[in-house]
């Protein structure tokens, strides 16, 4: 029975282990945690790049946690949250941010309007 319980906390997730390199396209419906090195579509509910860890390409998550390093295009829907050894660079869009002392941010920052912030103006804008 404890083994079926692991199974659930874990389903969905994946991890990418310091000195593991991975290059493609993937689709996670839960966390995808990277010590290692990440290319190519990223997909996902959480992000949790670890201080060895390295994510580039064209990344869409809801929540990302960065303490290591992540280029191109990093989009996040709610929250991003960047610690002091976290570096991003490229085009990042996101809801919410918090950057600790010493994380850095380089190239294209935007910031994503909340959904329900456009429903209002719209219906403002309708009467």
Same mark, same amino acid.
């Given at each position: 029975m404890?083994?079926?319980t692991a199974?659930? +906390?874990?389903?969905g997730?994946?991890?990418i282990?310091a ?7 993937m689709?996670? *419906?839960?966390? /995808?945690?990277? +010590?290692?090195?990440?290319e190519g579509? $990223?997909k /996902?509910?959480? $992000?949790?790049? @670890?201080?060895?860890g390295n994510?580039? @390409?064209?990344?869409?998550v809801?929540? !990302? ?6 280029g +191109?295009?990093l989009?996040v829907?709610?929250k991003?949250v960047?610690? /002091?050894?976290g570096s991003?660079?490229? /085009?990042?869009?996101?809801a919410r941010?918090m ?8 190239g294209?920052?935007?910031?994503i !309007?909340? *959904?329900? !912030?456009n429903?209002? !103006?719209l219906?403002t804008g309708a009467e």
């Open positions: 404890n083994d079926k199974d659930r +906390d874990t389903e997730t994946i991890f282990g000195g593991v390199e991975f290059k493609g396209d689709v996670v *419906p839960g966390c /995808a945690s990277v +010590d290692g090195k990440f579509t $990223l /996902a509910k959480s $992000l949790v790049v @670890g201080q060895t994510v580039s @390409g064209q990344i869409s809801e929540t !990302a946690e960065v303490r290591g390093t992540v +191109d295009n989009t829907q709610s991003l960047v610690r /002091a050894t991003i660079s490229g /085009a990042v869009s996101y941010i950057v600790e002392e010493g994380g850095e941010l380089a294209t920052i935007n910031k !309007a909340h *959904p329900e !912030a429903v209002v !103006a219906k």
